[in-house]
């Protein structure tokens, strides 16, 4: 079992950045990737960034150049810095690990981007 414990999230004005933080615990061995996913009101869930245990990182066509993942291993947390954040950004952010096929998800942290 893994637990996933995010924070960082809040409200935001349009231009500015958060970082959001995921610490893991539990059984973290076997996990082979963390990431997030966001999912705006009204809509569904969504892919946002990936990170394998090697380093591999990937972002998704409507964050890249503005998102970036990153991992510190030895504290077993994932972050997520969000630049040059749109009202479009506005969503409940999920983080999430895989392991052996199986997803554990963090709690949901609001971000919201409004004047």
């Known amino acids: 079992q893994v637990q ?3 924070s960082g999230g809040g409200l ?6 958060l970082r959001l933080s995921c610490a893991a615990s539990g059984s973290i061995f076997s996990i082979n990737v963390m990431g997030w996913y966001r999912q705006p009101p009204g809509n569904q869930r969504e892919l946002v960034a990936t990170i394998t245990n090697g380093g591999s990182t990937n972002v998704v066509d409507s964050v890249k150049g503005r998102f970036t993942i990153s991992r510190d291993n030895a504290k077993n947390t994932v972050y997520l810095q969000m630049n ?5 950004d ?3 952010y999920y983080c999430y690990a895989v392991k052996r096929n199986t997803p554990s998800w963090g709690q949901g942290t609001q971000v919201t981007v409004s004047s």
């Open 12 to 17: 935001v004005q349009p231009g500015g950045s």
């Open 90 to 92: 506005t969503a409940v």
């Open 84 to 88: 040059s954040l749109k009202p479009e």
């Open 4 to 6: 996933l414990v995010e």
